[in-house]
């Protein structure tokens, strides 16, 4: 299994057009503090590449591994389908961008989906553009990723909460809006888990990551008090959806635990982790934790 690692900054990116904040500030003195959208490349199998959320990056994060570039016919490309964990706007807003496509696959939840017809009118949108294919994501058993290739990656989402993007706030209650992907590669027995958002660990997804050889999950917020102390919300991590990784209940005790490779992504601009001389780099290090960076390369 191949990951590359498009993007690892929560929405508005490092840095965030409006803010200057310190780390966005440091992100522009320093450009390779630089962080875009959160996202994932899967290859499902040869020339067959499918990213993990559509972010409002996904034209810079294509052209920024050679992988993702078409060729060699004149409107060919690598890049089969987009697969979605939530339906937040950091997540989705670059479905549009793929519009110049011949037709588009998405692999999403059912209540992403009508979040995406209903409330950002994707469909209709998209309908003179291109022909666009909504599949269902797999929620009970594995399925293959790519439905061309044969004995490749397989896929499962496990839902990890009902916590809806704000457009969609007064939508039905459902646990599947946001989702955790396991991806499971026959050939080599490895084992990804990708949690990007992260409202809750319930029992399910615990057992997930402990059979997980690489787990990749929610870094947004240091602490549960950092959206507050910094200004930019009244509300605390958990409140905005977000467990945090230091503190009682935080992600870095469960994750410390495990036997495998664990990761963050999807940063907050506010997260001291951003700074790479940030102390906060040694305390997740002890415990035998790594943050995500664009453009790594994951091989399971
Ligand atoms: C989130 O991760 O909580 C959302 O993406 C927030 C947002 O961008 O509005
Ligand atoms: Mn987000
Ligand atoms: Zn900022």
């Known amino acids: 299994m191949l990951l590359l690692v498009l993007g690892t900054a929560a929405g508005g990116g490092i840095p965030q057009w409006n803010c200057a904040c310190p780390g966005c500030s440091g992100a522009r003195a320093h450009p390779c503090r630089r962080r875009r959208h959160a996202s994932l490349a899967v290859r499902a199998g040869e020339g067959r590449w499918y990213v993990v959320n559509a972010t409002p990056d996904l034209g810079d994060q294509i052209e920024a591994h050679p992988g993702l570039h078409p060729g060699p016919g004149p409107r060919q490309t690598p890049l089969a389908g987009v697969v979605l964990t939530d339906a937040e706007l950091d997540h989705t807003l670059g479905i549009p961008r793929l519009r110049e496509a011949d037709c588009l696959q ?96 319930p029992d399910h997804f615990q057992r997930a990551a402990e059979e997980a050889d690489c787990v990749i999950v929610d870094g947004t917020f240091w602490d549960d008090e950092e959206p507050r102390r910094t200004g930019i919300s009244s509300r605390t991590a958990t409140g905005m959806g977000h467990l945090p990784i230091e503190g009682p209940g935080g992600t870095a005790e469960r994750l410390a635990r495990l036997s495998a490779r664990c990761l963050y992504t999807h940063l907050n601009n506010t997260n001291p982790l951003v700074d790479p001389a940030a102390p906060q780099h040694k305390r997740l290090a002890r415990l035998g934790l790594e943050v995500a960076h664009d453009g790594m390369v994951i091989e399971l």
């Open 106 to 201: 998405v692999l999403a939840t059912a209540p992403v989906r009508q979040a995406l017809l209903d409330r950002l009118h994707l469909g209709d949108v998209l309908t003179p553009y291109t022909s666009v294919t909504w599949r269902e994501l797999p929620r009970r058993g594995a399925e293959p990723l790519d439905a061309e290739t044969a004995g490749g990656l397989r896929i499962t989402g496990i839902p990890v909460s009902g916590k809806r993007p704000r457009y969609a706030a007064d939508a039905p209650d459902d646990d599947a809006w946001v989702t955790a992907l396991r991806l499971y590669d026959p050939a080599t027995g490895g084992t990804a888990l990708y949690a990007p958002a992260l409202a809750a660990w």
